[in-house]
């Protein structure tokens, strides 16, 4: 039998770091992806693997003897279009030709709740919107399987443990704690769901219960795996 293995993409980032925090309290085996060595340290005291890895170049280096892949990995807003470009849509792509090349079992992404409508997003968001929502498009057709986390507005607040399903028409958006964002990810990989598209905001239902319903519920008569328009 393979040995779980997950592959840390984004790992220095916010939310990355506490996704890494997670995978090391539950002791599942992780690699984590540095842009630079001098953040070694910090991961190897979890005890993770490290490999080094630029997304704007092959990275595939870094799917060496990996069983899943998270995917945390993100654009500042103020890196500009070129960026948002590089790492929301470009890297996250191959991604996924990666993993689907090396047979990983799944493919965990941390998108945004805006890719549901690119158009309709303020000025400051609508590439990015644009970038990450392609990007899922192309994982959703990839034939990885894949789990989309797409949380709305995210605060560093500590975690609550509950959300709210969310979707295209949802008007009302309280933010999510990151920390509740990392334990999503992570579970994604203990509870294997996958193919699912998940949109949530801040709400009061426990994660536990909407991951083991989404879980059971059949792929296809899920209502937030449903297709939108741009």
């Known amino acids: 039998m393979t040995t779980l293995k997950v592959l840390l993409i984004g790992a220095h980032g916010r939310t990355g770091r506490l996704i890494a925090q997670r995978l090391h309290d539950e002791a599942m085996p992780f690699r984590a992806m540095l842009r630079k060595s001098a953040h070694k340290s910090e991961f190897t005291a979890m005890g993770a693997e490290i490999v080094l890895g630029d997304l704007t170049n092959d990275f595939c280096h870094a799917f060496d003897d990996i069983t899943h892949v998270i995917y945390a990995a993100g654009s500042a807003q103020t890196e500009g279009i070129h960026e948002q470009r590089a790492i929301d849509r470009d890297a996250l792509m191959r991604t996924a030709d990666y993993a689907k090349r090396r047979r990983v079992q799944q493919l965990v992404v941390i998108s945004a709740l805006s890719a549901f409508y690119p158009a309709r997003s303020g000025f400051a968001l609508r590439h990015y919107s644009r970038m990450k929502r392609e990007a899922d498009d192309y994982i959703a057709h990839r034939g990885v399987p894949y789990a989309i986390l797409r949380p709305g507005p995210l605060s560093d607040e500590a975690a609550r443990g509950a959300i709210a399903l969310a979707d295209e028409l949802t008007e009302h958006k309280p933010e999510v704690s990151r920390a509740d964002v990392a334990r999503i990810a992570v579970q994604c990989v203990t509870l294997g769901i996958g193919n699912r598209m998940i949109a949530f ?30």
């Open 201 to 230: 905001v801040g709400g009061d239902e426990s994660i536990d219960s909407v991951l083991d319903s989404l879980r059971l519920e059949p792929v296809h008569t899920a209502r937030h795996v449903a297709p939108t328009s741009l």
